[in-house]
């Protein structure tokens, strides 16, 4: 059977299985040239095709080359969703997205422990063009209302929170938004689409860091926003004018990337929890946030939610910030450095990177303690990773 000729094959091609999905969907028919590995298209214009729809013209500024085309497909298709965007990065898919949806005057409800990035857009540099905001708790949806006001047009929210792994009521966020006529969006990000998918549980619009697990090897900055078409096409539009487009080198390292998503996710969940139980164990340690252990707050609902508990956690030591950072200092394996998502465990104190910008009594009540350490998984074997914090561990 020859895949070239495959149109009618392609049709009946099995693709139930997001891991099938993520090899096949979206991928060109027929191949171009044969190529089995999507080629680069390193064209900033593409000849005119007749037409006279600006947006009907091929420009890497309008996101609609080929290897644009093929992870649009392919991000809609893992997400059980309408339609798909890549962007220039994380940060470049939430301000295409919010200033889309927003107009001067109109406000937005969000969680309150948001990424650093979007809670400070949202607190500052939003609040100069008129989009104003108002904060709740997630996990405390009798709240929201009073947060209601006429002007306010979107319900935003992350499946999993930084640093502390809280999950929001993510089905009561859907209720409430659509019972308001709300417009609601989730940062996928942390739970990537192996352990949820956002358009099944009602939400518009999912937003994605794809820098972190979709793209997965720490080697590019990328983002994505998937979700309900007509929304995507809007922001699609005011995309090509705010100028956040993703190069087409970075698809293809982003497409590529997201080949392996669901053998690297499951693993990273298999050896985050490996490590939350190792730890949670240990007398040196006197917290340890993983949704996945049952003494974590939001363990039920991150249970019901969610096909896996992700590939990060936090905890913190008895011996406070002198002890962490000794730790961090000890350990061989993961590396110390902000981000996530990547093949290589890497460790970070939040106070002194992402949330180094909030200021520490703020920090404090919302329990992000000076010594509190995040760690996201990578892809090393689970037994040297538990090897490596036993002797840290016993060092400090
Ligand atoms: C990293 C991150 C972002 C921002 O993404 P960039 O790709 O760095 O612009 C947004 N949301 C979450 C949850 C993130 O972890």
Same mark, same amino acid.
């Given at each position: ?35 089995? *590995? ?46 798909? #965007?890549?962007?220039? *990065? /994380? ?25 650093? /990035? ?13 989009? /104003?905001? @108002? ?25 999993? *929170? ?19 006529? =709300? ?21 518009? =619009? ?43 080198h970075a698809c293809f390292l982003m497409h590529r990337g997201m080949k392996t998503l669901g053998v690297r996710v499951?693993?990273?969940? +298999? ?21 996945? #252990? ?12 969610? @096909? ?18 000794? =730790? ?10 902000? *981000?996530?998502? /990547? ?16 200021? +520490? ?12 350490? +995040? =760690? ?21």
């Open positions: 059977m020859r895949r070239e000729n495959g149109g009618m094959n392609a049709m009946k091609r099995p693709m139930r299985g997001i891991d099938t999905r993520l090899i096949h969907a979206g991928e060109p028919e027929p191949l171009i040239e044969g190529a089995v *590995s999507m080629p680069i298209f390193q064209s900033s214009t593409f000849a005119y095709r007749g037409g006279t729809d600006y947006h009907a013209l091929r420009y890497i500024r309008l996101s609609n080359t080929p290897n644009h085309d093929v992870l649009h497909r392919k991000l809609a298709a893992i997400e059980n969703a309408e339609a798909a #965007l890549v962007l220039a *990065s /994380g940060m470049a898919a939430v301000t295409s997205t919010l200033m889309t949806l927003m107009d001067a005057g109109e406000r937005m409800i969000a969680q309150d422990c948001l990424y650093g /990035g979007t809670h400070d857009l949202m607190r500052h540099e939003f609040q100069r063009f008129g989009l /104003g905001v @108002d904060f709740v708790d997630g996990g405390a949806p009798e709240s929201w209302a009073r947060a209601l006001t006429p002007k306010t047009r979107v319900f935003y929210v992350e499946t999993i *929170s930084n640093p502390l792994m809280r999950v929001a009521d993510l089905r009561a966020a859907v209720s409430f938004a659509h019972a308001h006529g =709300l417009i609601a969006i989730v940062d996928n990000t942390f739970a990537s689409p192996i352990n949820f998918r956002p358009a099944d549980a009602g939400f518009d =619009l999912s937003i994605h860091s794809a820098t972190k697990y979709l793209g997965g090897h720490s080697d590019i900055v990328a983002g994505a926003v998937i979700g309900r078409a007509e929304l995507i096409s809007r922001i699609a539009r005011t995309a090509a004018h705010l100028g956040g487009s993703l190069d087409p499951r693993h990273q969940n +298999r050896t985050a929890a490996a490590i939350a139980r190792s730890l949670s164990g240990h007398a040196k340690i006197l917290k340890v946030n993983y949704p996945g #252990l049952e003494s974590h707050p939001d363990h039920a609902r991150a249970r019901e939610l969610f @096909d896996g508990f992700g590939g990060m956690l936090s905890f913190e030591m008895r011996g406070g910030v002198g002890a962490a950072d000794t =730790l961090i200092a000890n350990l061989t394996l993961p590396i110390s450095a902000p *981000s996530l998502g /990547g093949v290589e465990s890497l460790i970070t104190r939040p106070a002194t990177t992402s949330h180094s910008g909030m200021p +520490r009594a703020d920090r404090e009540r919302a329990g992000i303690n000076d010594g509190l350490i +995040r =760690l996201s998984l990578g892809l090393e074997s689970a037994d040297d990773l538990l090897e490596d914090f036993g002797a840290a561990l016993e060092a400090c």
